[in-house]
């Protein structure tokens, strides 16, 4: 029962590479004609990159544990 914080680690890992990567993704799609297409792709973009930062932050932590 003292590796209970390993689990948990893991599925933030988890979450933070699928939101990182599906931001990515979306900032390559195209947006409605109604929007900022400019500024919705640099959102999605800087999402997904700061989402792949805290995914190396998180399997850094996983390896030292």
């Known amino acids: 029962m ?3 914080h390993e689990p948990i680690l893991f599925g933030f890992t988890l979450i933070t590479f699928v939101l990182g ?3 990515i993704i979306m900032s390559f799609l195209p947006a409605p004609e ?7 792709k640099i ?5 997904g990159a700061s989402g792949l930062a805290l995914f190396a ?3 850094y932590a996983l390896a030292t544990v």
């Open 21 to 23: 990567i599906s931001s």
């Open 57 to 59: 932050v998180f399997v």
């Open 34 to 40: 109604g929007t900022n297409v400019m500024q919705s």
């Open 2 to 4: 003292s590796n209970w």
């Open 43 to 47: 959102e999605y973009g800087f999402f």
